[in-house]
């Protein structure tokens, strides 16, 4: 339980929040081993924006062969920070996801491979809460008072284990990355105990764009042997 908890943050991380009035924005992310430096996939962003709002997003991860072994689908028009979506890994069946019901009420679907039986359940998040691509808006929506040095407790909500859990994010540092002025947060789950198995997650933001620059912790995508990978994920645009 703890592994999936911490890994579904990976992706969330990955929209870039400057605006378009109708049109598509395309970046990747570059994920190498934390420990080794060795590259393990890129994933390739395509957002769709119309009338200067972000409408959508389709994420397609690839091995270092350059072979698709993931898709991510991700619709921000009923909630930018609870937006409704799929993940499917080809490789093994892994599904995961989440649907919108009423409010703040989603409903939260997985399957750990594709012999197993989709399993859902349906949440209320409440007023402080996120779920996958919509933690970036949570943090647009909460940018000046990260930027003052304020902790932000929120729910982050899980699809593979039907659950939410309270985390916190907070601003470790201002400083220069890549040459751009740039908010370093750090986000933790709350909870002591889970605290022992769920580690830290460090991102970098560009303070004029407040896009994501870097990703450092678990991703949400697993090795050949099932096993998460420890990452430093780098964003850029194409």
């Known amino acids: 339980m703890y592994k999936s908890i911490l890994v579904l943050f990976f992706l969330f991380l990955i929209s870039p929040l ?5 049109g598509k924005i395309r970046f990747n992310g570059t994920a190498t081993d934390l420990e080794t430096g060795t590259l393990l996939y890129k994933d390739f962003h395509e ?40 993940l499917e890994d080809y490789r093994d069946g892994y599904l995961e996801g989440g649907i919108l019901q009423s409010g703040s009420s989603v409903k939260l679907f997985a399957r750990r491979k594709s012999a197993d039986m989709i399993q ?30 304020k902790k932000i407790n929120f729910h982050f909500l899980v699809p593979v ?3 939410k859990f309270q985390f916190s994010v907070e601003k470790t540092k ?9 908010l370093f947060l750090r986000m933790k789950i709350a909870s002591a105990i889970l605290s022992m198995f769920v580690k830290p997650i460090d991102l970098v933001y560009d303070i004029e764009s407040k896009r994501i620059m870097e990703f ?23």
């Open 47 to 86: 957002e769709t924006w119309e009338n200067g709002k972000h409408v959508s997003s389709i994420i397609t991860y690839k091995d270092r062969e350059g072979k698709i072994f993931a898709k991510k689908k991700i619709n921000f028009l009923k909630n930018r920070t609870l937006p409704e979506f799929q």
């Open 216 to 238: 450092k912790g678990t991703s949400n995508i697993n090795d050949e042997n099932g096993k998460s990978h420890k990452v430093k994920i780098v964003y850029g645009f194409r």
């Open 18 to 22: 400057g605006s378009t009035d109708l």
């Open 120 to 149: 859902e359940k349906i949440l209320d998040g409440g007023n402080l809460s996120a779920l996958d691509g919509g933690f970036d808006y949570f943090v647009i929506d909460h940018w000046e008072e990260l930027i003052s040095g």
């Open 161 to 163: 284990e039907r659950d």
């Open 174 to 182: 201002e400083g220069e990355y890549k040459g751009k002025p740039a």
